[in-house]
């Protein structure tokens, strides 16, 4: 039967020579301690380095809605809704980070593993509009503050044509998203497809295999 | 945790992974295709099991998040290996023996799929196969009387 000669050829497998060399103890400490997950799989650096970064901006826009409120208000809106949009950043990354749980991420049964997998690499790919309405934000906010320290008439002008500003906005936000749509997101795109394609498969073979030993 | 119970702990770690290191080499045979690969996937299935172990939860015995490392890094390695190379790459193995031994296995399990490969590696290693896959369909009570949320607003919020 194919299945004994199998099984025979599994037995019969060289010992282990140089190919399948032993584990050393030196080799083993450096193993355990080691993360198992390449940077493809392993999103949690970049989350805690994006956390980071918005947290500061987070400040620094805290420290402008405060300014804005003391002072003439005229442009209150703008830092609000930015203030409102990096707080749900951090929260969407926050939240991802914990939802994640990397230590125990591998210790799951294989379907609901792969089926995290594919939720965190689904956020991922949707947190990247969070990063191009940030961008597009920063950008512009950096650009009046070195307009009303350059140019303090032309500032004033810009500030009275309040909807120019707000169609520069939208124009930035559609940029950055058109730009990280094709740098990016298309590995990840393709990496989620592939591990959805993978669960699929595995999940078919697994009810396949249940209704045979049903039957 | 005082530095005794942890150092014994990590002694505990590492003497299973001693003890099981060859049946992590084994399920290599079914997924790598050459000496590097074995390699690599036998490193992180190695360390795969030594964080699961150290951040395990209660319920869940050592022998089996070892297993699940094994499976789970088998998956993943075969997950990017589709998306790195052609579906059938030599095997090259710098024993002659060992290269025989890959290529008769490999010819005889043909192209039956990782499912059946993992099948395969619980049968021949005499492992207890439960709670290493999971369950195929995910739990979504729905009574006649429950409020049904909009589904658009449940897939953007409700993530599990």
Not at chain 1, 68 to 83: H, T
Not at chain 1, 89 to 95: G, N, P, Q, Y
Not at chain 2, 58 to 86: E, P
Not at chain 2, 89 to 102: A, C, G, L, V
Request: proline letters at 3%.
């Amino acid at each position: 039967m194919e299945l004994d000669k199998l099984h025979q050829q599994w037995n019969s497998f060289p010992e282990m020579s140089m190919e399948e060399r032993p584990v050393l103890s030196t080799d083993l400490e450096k193993m355990v301690v080691r993360n198992p997950l390449t940077d493809a799989f392993y999103l949690q650096k970049k989350l805690v380095v994006r956390i980071i970064a918005f947290t500061l901006l987070w400040l620094a826009d805290g420290w402008l809605v405060r300014t804005q409120w003391l002072g003439d208000r005229k442009d209150i809106y703008f830092y609000a809704a930015f203030f409102l949009l990096l707080s749900f950043a951090i929260f969407f990354h926050l939240r991802l980070v914990l939802f994640a749980d990397y230590p125990t991420l591998l210790g799951l049964p294989l379907v609901p593993f792969l089926g995290k997998l594919e939720i965190i690499l689904d956020k991922y790919i949707a947190s990247y509009k969070l990063v191009s309405a940030i961008a597009s934000f920063s950008l512009l906010v950096l650009f009046e503050q070195w307009m009303a320290r350059t140019n303090p008439l032309l500032f004033d002008a810009f500030l009275q044509r309040d909807w120019s500003k707000w169609l520069l906005l939208a124009f930035l936000m559609i940029s950055f998203d058109i730009l990280l749509m094709h740098t990016a997101i298309p590995r990840y795109r393709k990496l989620l497809e592939t591990v959805r394609k993978y669960r699929q498969g595995i999940t078919a073979a697994k009810a396949r295999n249940e209704i045979w030993t049903i039957k | 945790m005082n530095n005794s119970t942890k150092s014994c702990a990590d002694t505990d770690l590492r003497s299973l992974l001693k003890k099981q290191h060859k049946t992590v080499y084994s399920i290599c045979r079914l997924f790598a295709r050459t000496y590097k690969e074995h390699q690599r996937l036998f490193m992180d299935i190695i360390s795969a099991a030594s964080q699961n172990i150290r951040f395990r939860k209660a319920g869940v015995d050592k022998q089996t998040l070892m297993w699940r490392a094994c499976i789970n890094m088998a998956a993943l390695h075969s997950i990017t290996s589709t998306m790195d190379y052609a579906a059938d790459r030599e095997i090259k193995f710098k024993s002659p023996d060992y290269q025989r031994s890959m290529t008769d296995l490999s010819e005889s399990i043909g192209n039956a799929g990782d499912y059946d490969k993992f099948l395969l590696f619980i049968d021949f290693e005499s492992i207890d196969s439960n709670d290493l896959f999971g369950s195929v369909n995910r739990p979504t009570p729905q009574t006649a009387g429950s409020v049904q949320v909009i589904p658009y607003l449940k897939n953007k919020f409700v993530w599990s």
